[in-house]
């Protein structure tokens, strides 16, 4: 029984670098791939809100221009989509021998994509604040209205070949917007029919000039004299008389006038 011995433990490193060698292969071997499987929902992360405002031209009775000014709220909603886990198996013999399946993993979750949604809500009227129009200040009044006095935006179009300008306000707590202002008193309109919000953004229009435009190819013959007076006080009221004649062979539909 002695002689047996040594043999047996002779065998015992073997045994134990076979098991080792045996404990390396099953603990290197990778662990299951995770993957995003089917969207579960849309989680939101975060809201921000910020003060804003729009404005546009105003009509008035006056040859003043106006502005209407309203404050929006600009709502920024960040967003992420979250997916279920799933985990990559060989499959069944019996339905794929050569492919392989995923299993969702219960209690666990993959963030996938991140995204911003936004959106603007009218408040109502902006009370009692001032804005800077092209650095003119402009106060507005109970009901969102600034009456400029200064008549600044006419000024922008003294310029006769101009009809079209960007104008900027701004404002410490609502922040900066540009606006397009036109002058199109002679532009054609389809059938001769001007939008409906053509008062929002064309200053004329908005200062109640109505008018539907019929120009003819010829003026020949058709002659104009002004009568006014030379001087006149500020605040004084006076005449301008304008004399129109046709001489010509066409008959004439409309007349303009402007003053600048």
Known sequence: M???YPKRA????????????LGLCVSAAPPPAKRRGRLLRVDVRR????????WRLMA???????????????RVTHKVNIY??????PASAETNPAGVEYRVVPGELIEGETFAEQQSQVVGPIAGETFLVNEVPMRTDEVGVAVDRDQTLLRLFDDLTVTEVSVRASHPKY???LMDISRQVMKRYPQDTPPANLGHTDLLASMGLDFLPRRSS???GVTMTVQMPERVRAGEFFDVVLTVANGGGTATSSLMGRSF
């Open 2 to 4: 002695m002689t047996n």
């Open 10 to 21: 002779a065998a015992m490193p073997l045994l134990l670098v076979a098991c080792l060698l």
């Open 47 to 54: 809201t921000e809100e910020t003060p804003s405002f729009r």
């Open 60 to 74: 008035g009775t006056d040859s003043l221009p106006r502005l209407f000014f309203e404050e929006v709220v600009v």
């Open 84 to 89: 279920q886990t799933v985990i990559e198996v």
């Open 175 to 177: 922040g900066s917007m």
């Open 218 to 220: 010829g003026r020949d």
